[in-house]
């Protein structure tokens, strides 16, 4: 054992949300068992969170305004990230969305069209407001309602998200629901994007019921279905068991990072933390000995990478090739965000709700919009609003390259042609990250489970890059790694 020849020593590099957590995890269930397990976290940057990033700004006279630099929400139904807020005693500090202002709107033919009520995931569940909305052609509407007919896949395989709607719904619903709503959430290209690595649940409803429509309106039925309008982008939500009605998605009272806070605070009595401690190199021998870049070592039983793929394949390439190459082989893309501030006079004639999304075919560049003020409350102060714009990714690529100034008025300019918003905002905040959005193209699962299988022992790696992008998602992995590392140090001790 490092160190010690009682104590376990596990180091996780990186502290954003998966590296925390896997830490938060390894030492309740190292209590659990009664293993004796000591933990250091390692994050190059000065900052814990990763791309969780909370900004309060205060303007004299005006108030406080919550800013999101990234995910502003996570998804309600993944019951991950709730339960850990709840365990860092932050359960009365969620916030649902303001549902009653829900409605979102997709621009077609250059002019924002709301989506019609009653869309569950990408189907329709209420007739009249479908059949009325413009948003789809008559004959779309006709293809959409094939989905009835057509027989189901069943062979188990994977197939691109593009190519799962237009076999089931049609091209039309592809462009105008699926590729904004489901594919924004993952900044990802539909027609590469995995469907059983990003909405696996179509599948199986597809499976079960025979049909995408039918299955929706059983989930419906049996009070499991959600509208989803993108994870961070237009969309609300409220968790199962609280007071309050249950909606889509959840966030905490003062902005995201209040949960890398309540991690933080809580794991210091628990966990060696440090920042600015960059991991330069790996090497094995009793044990895994890790080399900082301030020219010191540390000596670890167990080494969790929870870094971007191509952080953690640099590190392993020495000790597992075939690892770091699959590693290497996960494509990124780079997303930002633009928040502006306005007196809400100034934007009493932009269209009422969440936000509005942006097909990859309209060809803008930008992305959605994001009522940030309207979506949650304590979000901007009386009588003033705060908006969020997203760019780059797969759709905007281009915009990613704007200097500060340019992309300020290509964004002003989008909100007014969009938005009818042509005043000065009271001020903006820019967010960009750069090679940041893991893309999980199609047959992903089946990439990771070979990176698992072919990394070194007692080498673990978790987070977005490998099985879901979302907090729960990788809070959800965290649990899973924890329990991993215990199981394995348990078997080592007995030896």
Known sequence: MADSSTSCHVVVVGGGIAGLSTAWYLIRQAHATGLDLRCTVLEQTEHWGGKILTEDVTVEGVGRFVIEGGPDSFIAQKPWAAQLAGELGLGDRLLGTNDASRKTYVVSRGRPVPLPDGVLLIVPTKFMPFVLSPLISPLGKLRMGLDLFIPPRRDGRDETLAAFVRRRLGAEALDKIAEPLLSGIYNAEADRQSLLATFPRFRALEEQHGSLTRGILASRRNGHGKATNGSGKPGGGQPAGSRKPASAFLTLRGGSGELIDGLVEALRPLADLRTSARVTALAHGDTWRLALDDGTTLDADVVVLATPAWTAAELVRPHAPAAAERMEAIRYVGTGT??????????????????????????????????????????????????????????????????????????????????????????????????????????????????????PPAVYVTGSPYRGVGLPDCVKQAQETAGQIITYLTVVEKR
């Open 338 to 455: 633009v928040s502006l501030a306005y007196r809400q006079s100034d934007i009493a004639h932009a269209p009422l709700g969440f936000g509005i999304v942006v097909p990859r075919s309209e060809r803008r560049p930008v992305n959605a919009i994001t009522f940030s003020s309207t979506k949650f409350d304590d979000r901007a102060p009386d009588g003033y609003a705060l908006l969020r714009v997203f760019f780059g990714g797969s759709r905007s690529p281009r915009s990613m390259n704007l200097e500060d100034a340019e992309l300020l008025h290509t964004v002003r300019q989008e909100l007014a042609h969009l938005t009818g918003i042509r005043a000065e905002p009271l001020f903006h905040r820019i967010y960009r990250w750069p090679r940041s959005n893991p893309q999980y193209d199609v047959n992903h699962l089946e990439h990771v489970a070979e990176i698992e299988k072919a990394l």
